[in-house]
């Protein structure tokens, strides 16, 4: 499996940006997935996961300015991000797991990094 995550850049505070991560297998396949983030120095910590068949769940403080969805059509994990703040600023990752007969394989893309000026 592959993830190859795109889309992060420049922004102001109080901008947009739109990350996507393309797979190579199936969303299907993913019994979880979605983002994480490090900062420089900084551990890296987990942005929004989504769990197949389950809920959404997000870091205290994105809630209500990001979004985790994923697109079957495109087979993409994206992630909205509002509301942009200097400390989001990152190296952000995507991630994806599968369970196969009690055993799980993580699955992680590259990075992409996101800069949010003051």
């Known amino acids: 499996v592959q993830l190859q995550a795109s889309g992060g850049g420049l922004v102001q505070a109080g901008g947009s940006l739109r990350l996507s991560c393309a797979s190579s297998?199936?969303?299907?396949?993913?019994?979880?997935m979605g983002w994480y983030r490090q900062a420089p120095g900084k551990e890296r910590v987990l942005v929004a996961r989504?769990?197949?068949?389950?809920?959404?769940n997000y870091a205290d403080f994105v809630l209500g300015r990001f979004t985790a969805s994923r697109n079957f059509a495109k087979n993409t994990i994206d992630l909205q991000m509002n509301s942009l703040k200097p400390e989001d600023t990152a190296v952000y990752y995507c991630?994806?797991?599968?369970?196969?007969?009690?055993?799980?394989?993580?699955?992680w893309g590259k990075g992409t990094q996101v800069t949010v000026s003051s």
């Open positions: 989504i769990i197949d068949g389950g809920p959404t």
């Open positions: 297998a199936s969303l299907h396949s993913f019994n979880a």
């Open positions: 991630y994806a797991d599968q369970l196969f007969s009690g055993s799980k394989s993580d699955y």
